[in-house]
């Protein structure tokens, strides 16, 4: 890959406005439930040629049991919910994982996002469940990605070794140091001040810096995903930038 794809997790406007002003979007229903492939499928036929689908691995693989999280969930998966999430290595996990990969079918999604809660320590246990999972986990031809949250940018070379060893990428955010591994790069882009500040809209000289690694990366290709209240605005400027223009405001 040698472009870079600009998006949005998740559509904030109209589809066919996202369609037109930026590369891709990065799906997150899937993470809630992805036993909607008919949606999935409509959304990839709709979009036009080149435009780039990402998702989120379903949350029954990488999160424990969680009331609330669960509400979202189309009807009770089966199984014993305590042998969900973690990347355990049960039938429970990769039954899941078997509907996320339906999903990226229906999808066409060109890469599958594992974000692992803050409660995904780097444990020995947690890291010989992701050593197990990613050594046996199906893939379909899709890119998988892992993004890490906590203290497990405390170890950057371990991250750099489960990389290596499992052809994943590390999703990072450049802005934040946490320079993402692999090549192509993925970024998630939670706004600053803290491990999510969603709230939060970039300033111009914080999407100039991220305009000038982003350039710097074309060659080896990059997915910049916005994951704030304002992505739809933030991603729209970060376009402007690279694209040489002088004005900044996104259409509405």
Not at 61 to 84: A, F, I, M, Q
Not at 86 to 102: G, I, M, P, S, Y
Not at 119 to 145: C, H, Y
């Amino acid at each position: 890959m040698d472009r870079l794809v600009i998006g949005t997790c998740g559509f904030q406007r109209a589809r066919k406005l996202h369609y037109t002003s930026l590369d891709g979007v990065e799906v997150q229903q899937t993470f809630y439930d992805p036993r909607v492939t008919d949606r999935l499928r409509k959304w990839r036929s709709e979009a036009p040629q080149g435009f780039t689908f990402t998702m989120k691995a379903w949350m029954l693989v990488t999160h424990k049991y969680n009331k609330k999280l669960w509400k979202r969930l189309k009807e009770e998966p089966p199984g014993d919910r305590s042998r969900y999430g973690f990347f355990q290595d049960t039938r429970e996990v990769w039954w899941a994982w078997e509907k996320t990969l339906e999903a990226a079918d229906a999808l066409g999604a060109e890469v599958i996002v594992l974000q692992s809660p803050q409660s995904f320590r780097p444990t020995q246990v947690n890291l010989e469940a992701l050593d197990r999972f990613l050594s046996k986990a199906e893939r379909m031809g899709r890119i998988i990605a892992w993004e890490p949250r906590g203290e497990w940018w405390q170890k950057p070379d371990k991250l750099q070794e489960i990389a290596d060893k499992h052809n994943i990428l590390v999703v990072g955010d450049p802005l934040k140091e946490r320079a993402p591994i692999g090549a192509p790069a993925y970024v998630r882009l939670h706004g600053m001040g803290g491990e999510v500040n969603y709230r939060y809209k970039y300033k111009q000289e914080e999407l100039e810096a991220l305009a000038r690694w982003a350039r710097d990366r074309k060659d080896r290709g990059a997915y910049i995903m916005f994951n704030n209240i304002y992505a739809y605005e933030d991603a729209v400027r970060l376009k402007t930038l690279l694209s040489g223009q002088t004005n900044t405001e996104p259409n509405r």
